[in-house]
């Protein structure tokens, strides 16, 4: 009778089903039901977490039966010491003592497009996440709080062979084992970003990104929490940028803020924790047309008169502002 049944309705009884009912027994009730299981529907809000009570053969065989996934998270925990992986239904979270046999099973079978992992994980199994096969469109890298090495031996040669070439996105979280010449190098060879975050930063320079005019898609350019960059002149290379975020950039000089005026399309300013006056708002409130949002949060760099006015003549931009209640002077 059961057979009988449309597909959505097969597919609303799998959708309750826990992942490894589903890849141990129900996708093997039937050849109909095998190709049900694999349906998006089935595993959409399903959570599953694989941990120590499991083979990591389990991980494998989910993989196998939700190619729809392409976000793989790997080395988010739960602080258990047997976590293994965590299912949610539109990513796959995996702990970072992963073998690399087991990983690379997993990547072979999912269509993994979006990748976030330390960058000890990286380094290790670079050979499995780079390669003709992963179409990666987005990376996120947590550098973690080690000592930068003399020399950047896991990005400079991923940029050289061209294993980031395609990325749309690229995320880097505690970036001070990067070098100038490799953030220069990233820019020059990264030509279809459209985002860029360098978070801690300790050797980020203007001219280090003087290579973004190859980018001319860039939308969404976070450059934030250091004290190595001075100068804002490279903004003149990126005038298609839309969301820019300069918080904690304690070294910028009041005349490097002239430079936001090249950004002719930005709709979203953040700079937050700034001690630095000579943020121009009148003159970004009338060659800014496209601004929405200018984030100052925590920051004393800007004229409380000019916020007045800017919000007088220029409604349509929303000023986000706070000091921890402390004293402006």
């Known amino acids: 009778m059961i057979e009988n049944f449309p597909d959505e309705l097969i597919i609303e009884i799998l959708s309750h089903l826990s992942a490894l009912d589903i890849v ?14 694999k349906s998006p ?18 991980v494998v065989e989910i993989a196998k039966v ?19 992986a965590w299912f949610t239904g539109s990513h796959l979270y995996i702990s970072s003592s992963i073998e690399r046999d087991e990983l690379k099973c997993i990547v072979d079978h999912l269509n993994i497009k979006n990748v ?27 550098m973690g709080n080690r000592p930068p090495p003399d020399k950047d031996d896991t990005f ?20 001070r084992a990067l070098s100038a010449d490799t953030i220069s ?51 003149k290379y990126c005038p298609g940028v839309t969301e820019l975020d300069i918080s904690q950039c304690y070294s910028l000089r009041p005349a490097a803020f002239q430079h936001l005026l090249h ?30 949002i200018i984030d100052l949060y925590y920051s004393y760099g800007y004229s409380e008169r000019e916020v007045v006015q800017l919000k007088r003549f220029a409604p349509h931009i929303t000023v986000l502002e706070g000091t921890f209640n402390f004293d402006r002077h």
């Open 24 to 37: 141990k027994g129900a996708q093997y009730v039937c050849q109909r039901w095998h190709i049900l299981c």
């Open 263 to 292: 950004l002719k399309n930005l709709k979203r300013f953040h700079m937050r924790h700034s001690n630095v006056n000579g943020l121009p708002l009148s003159a970004m409130r009338e060659s800014m047309k496209q601004l929405k």
């Open 41 to 58: 529907a089935v595993w959409k809000g399903k959570e599953q977490k694989i941990d120590g009570k499991h083979n990591t053969r389990d």
């Open 66 to 84: 939700i190619p729809h996934i392409t976000s793989l998270c790997i080395g988010k925990s739960d602080n258990s010491d047997n976590f293994q």
């Open 156 to 175: 400079e040669p991923l940029v050289k062979q061209g294993s980031l070439a395609r990325l749309r996105a690229l995320h880097f979280f505690g970036a």
């Open 116 to 142: 976030s992992a330390p960058r000890s994980v990286i380094s290790r199994c670079r050979s499995i996440l780079f390669t003709d096969n992963v179409k990666l469109e987005s990376l996120t890298v947590y």
């Open 185 to 235: 190098l990233l820019c020059q060879s990264c030509t279809d970003l459209e985002e860029l975050c360098l978070h801690q930063s300790n050797k980020v320079t203007s001219e280090a990104l003087y290579n973004l005019k190859n980018c001319s898609k860039l939308k969404i350019l976070q450059i934030t929490d250091t004290a190595a960059l001075k100068d804002l002149s490279f903004l």
